[in-house]
């Protein structure tokens, strides 16, 4: 059984940073798809970030939604089974749970850490 364990979050002020890391307990070489998303409660689950698996002669490919292009960042380390999550001039709005998921390349239904909650506030 696939287990994914979110760290990182806390709470912070109006234009500081946080890094999150998602840690696998498989190799990240499993997944095709990786991605972050957070969720306020009473609300949808929103995508923040994802990133595709490439090739040898093509590179991943990285999704953001709207709302965090050019502030927050994507990666991965193959060697610490991780995904992380930069996230830089972070915004009241940007309060949520995050959570890290991950997909198989022949399954239609991601695996899911249990979150971390990421709040905004002076």
């Known amino acids: 059984q696939v287990q994914l364990v979110e760290s990182g979050g806390g709470l912070v002020q109006p234009g500081e940073s946080l890094r999150l890391s998602c840690e696998a307990s498989?190799?990240?070489?499993?997944?095709?798809?990786m991605g972050w998303y957070r969720q306020v409660p009473g609300n949808e689950r929103e995508l923040v970030a994802s990133?595709?698996?490439?090739?040898?002669?093509?590179?991943?490919?990285?999704n953001y939604g709207d709302s965090v292009r050019g502030r927050f960042t994507i990666s991965k380390d193959s060697f610490k089974n991780t995904m992380n999550l930069q996230m830089n001039s972070l915004k009241p709005e940007d309060t949520a749970v995050y959570y890290c998921?991950?997909?198989?390349?022949?399954?239609?239904?991601?695996?899911w850490g249990q979150g971390t909650q990421v709040t905004v506030s002076s």
């Open positions: 998921s991950a997909n198989r390349p022949d399954s239609a239904s991601p695996y």
């Open positions: 498989v190799s990240i070489f499993n997944f095709k798809v």
């Open positions: 990133i595709t698996r490439g090739s040898i002669t093509r590179g991943d490919t990285t």
